[in-house]
């Protein structure tokens, strides 16, 4: 099953075979009922023509005989089978009964008479009364005999003859089609030799056939993997002007295509990343003085006219997000470029998440919302304790913000070598298609929403670089009204691989 799911050559070789085969199973009962029919009619045709001229012979000689009583035409009887009736040379190609008629009431009565080892019983009912009921027409059937206490089909033919003084007497010809047996013997034996020699050939056609087929899309597979792995000056050859060689040439030409846009993209993101990296500690310098300034102003703010106070108020507000936003373009850069590194320590995660809750009370108790931690036990697992508070930070605001005031719950568990923190809010929750979209890079699930708590729009882009750095998993679960869930899942040692999460993402999901 295996090779069936995995070889297109495989399956189309093995039911060319297989059609193959019913095909010339078909076809050989076709014919071979055809043989057998033409054979049994050849045989009933000769056997009528033979039996019609015995019969007359026969009449003949009982038409000239002066026998008058029955012992002289018990002997008469006798005579005429031995030399007229039974075959020369014990040959056993016909046997011949001679029964009283069925209608024949005439009081002399001969004794029944029969040539070779077949008996008088041998002969059915069945045709007796068909003779019996035309006796101006011979009648034949096919039907079983024994002989030689051997059970083989048999032509019979019935006629009658009319014996002076003694009435009508029924004259039964029966031809075994031994021969005929032995014909389709041999012919079924032919049919099913060259029945398996066709199918194997119809297989080594398909066989044959197909791998001129399969080969090159087995090569455009192989190609096609080494460019997915990054090989990118990888080609599939191509030679000759059929469609494989049209097949090869226009997959040629699209990994031209792709690595032409690769390379134009890679130097776009070089230069992208480069310009943010290189903007942001540009910015750094001018920012410094402008936030001294502003600092400046904003402690002096009571001093100032309140439409002035009020404007220092909102322009201290947007130079901490504007200093967010630098923060974050920068530490985006470092995982652009690679220059991210962990600083791994054994941490109890619960105390991480007390942390992280107690920061964001302020923010709860504005929006209206509690917060709970739900835990089993300790939650240890080698992390950079910095890192993972970022990710819990960003994903406890995000869903605060998007709780509505409702409650929002923290879990943490660990088993199966990994840890895990789920939180978990009742808010206006993501609809479908947005969960593998909140780590998009400024995505945001309404534009027109406000942003009360200042966020950049790159917090949980960055909390899920920070998990796969941790070589661990950050994924989102939502359903409109039915809040969202956020879990974060970590190996509890450096290096491991994960397999599962010890905390379900949905709350129908089992762990």
């Given at each position: 099953?295996?090779?069936?799911?995995?070889?297109?050559?495989?399956?189309?070789?093995?039911?060319?075979?297989?059609?193959?085969?019913?095909?010339?199973?078909?076809?050989?009962?076709?014919?071979?009922?055809?043989?057998?029919?033409?054979?049994?009619?050849?045989?009933?045709?000769?056997?009528?023509?033979?039996?019609?001229?015995?019969?007359?012979?026969?009449?003949?000689?009982?038409?000239?005989?002066?026998?008058?009583?029955?012992?002289?035409?018990?002997?008469?009887?006798?005579?005429?089978?031995?030399?007229?009736?039974?075959?020369?040379?014990?040959?056993?190609?016909?046997?011949?009964?001679?029964?009283?008629?069925?209608?024949?009431?005439?009081?002399?009565?001969?004794?029944?008479?029969?040539?070779?080892?077949?008996?008088?019983?041998?002969?059915?009912?069945?045709?007796?009364?068909?003779?019996?009921?035309?006796?101006?027409?011979?009648?034949?059937?096919?039907?079983?005999?024994?002989?030689?206490?051997?059970?083989?089909?048999?032509?019979?033919?019935?006629?009658?003859?009319?014996?002076?003084?003694?009435?009508?007497?029924?004259?039964?010809?029966?031809?075994?089609?031994?021969?005929?047996?032995?014909?389709?013997?041999?012919?079924?034996?032919?049919?099913?030799?060259?029945?398996?020699?066709?199918?194997?050939?119809?297989?080594?056609?398909?066989?044959?056939?197909?791998?001129?087929?399969?080969?090159?899309?087995?090569?455009?597979?192989?190609?096609?993997?080494?460019?997915?792995?990054?090989?990118?000056?990888e080609r599939m050859p191509s030679r000759g002007e059929d469609d494989l060689a049209l097949l090869g040439t226009s997959f040629n030409a699209m990994a031209d295509s792709l690595q032409a846009q690769i390379r134009q993209l890679e130097g776009l993101s070089r230069v992208q990343q480069r310009f943010v990296s290189d903007v942001s500690h540009e910015l750094r310098t001018p920012l410094t003085t402008i936030r001294m300034a502003g600092d400046l102003l904003y402690d002096s703010r009571t001093d100032f006219d309140p439409v002035v106070g009020r404007s220092a108020e909102l322009l201290q507000g947007e130079l901490d997000r504007f200093e967010s936003l630098l923060s974050d373009l920068l530490e985006i850069s470092r995982f652009d470029a690679g220059a991210a590194a962990l600083d791994l320590a054994p941490v109890d995660l619960r105390g991480t998440v007390e942390g992280v809750v107690t920061a964001a009370l302020p923010l709860a108790d504005r929006r209206g919302s509690t917060i709970e931690i739900v835990s089993s036990g300790p939650v240890s697992a080698d992390v950079d304790e910095r890192r993972v508070e970022r990710i819990l930070r960003n994903l406890l605001v995000n869903a605060i913000e998007h709780g509505d005031g409702k409650p929002v719950t923290v879990h943490l568990r660990e088993g199966g070598g990994a840890v895990a923190v789920v939180v978990e809010d009742h808010g206006v929750g993501l609809r479908q298609g947005e969960a593998s979209m909140v780590f998009t890079r400024f995505w945001r699930a309404d534009p027109a929403r406000a942003r009360t708590t200042g966020g950049t729009g790159l917090g949980l882009a960055i909390a899920l670089e920070d998990a796969r750095l941790h070589h661990g998993w950050l994924q989102a679960w939502g359903e409109p009204g039915a809040g969202s869930r956020f879990r974060l899942t970590l190996p509890q040692r450096s290096g491991e691989s994960l397999t599962a999460s010890p905390l379900a993402l949905s709350p129908g999901e089992r762990t």
């Open positions: 099953m295996r090779t069936w799911r995995r070889s297109l050559q495989f399956r189309v070789v093995t039911t060319t075979v297989i059609l193959g085969l019913v095909v010339v199973s078909l076809l050989g009962s076709y014919l071979y009922n055809e043989i057998a029919t033409g054979l049994q009619n050849d045989r009933i045709e000769t056997s009528e023509r033979e039996a019609r001229a015995l019969t007359a012979d026969v009449q003949a000689q009982w038409d000239n005989t002066t026998e008058k009583t029955a012992p002289d035409l018990n002997i008469a009887a006798s005579d005429i089978m031995k030399s007229k009736l039974t075959p020369a040379g014990g040959e056993t190609s016909r046997y011949v009964v001679m029964i009283r008629g069925v209608k024949n009431t005439n009081p002399l009565t001969l004794n029944s008479l029969s040539s070779g080892d077949l008996e008088p019983s041998s002969i059915t009912q069945d045709i007796r009364e068909k003779v019996a009921a035309d006796p101006t027409h011979q009648q034949n059937m096919v039907s079983d005999v024994i002989i030689n206490q051997q059970k083989v089909p048999a032509v019979f033919v019935g006629s009658g003859v009319e014996i002076p003084r003694a009435g009508r007497y029924d004259l039964y010809y029966v031809y075994p089609m031994t021969q005929e047996i032995r014909t389709m013997g041999l012919i079924s034996t032919a049919f099913g030799i060259a029945g398996l020699i066709l199918t194997v050939l119809v297989g080594a056609v398909a066989w044959v056939v197909t791998r001129q087929v399969v080969s090159p899309v087995r090569r455009a597979a192989e190609v096609a993997e080494r460019l997915a792995s990054g090989k990118l000056n």
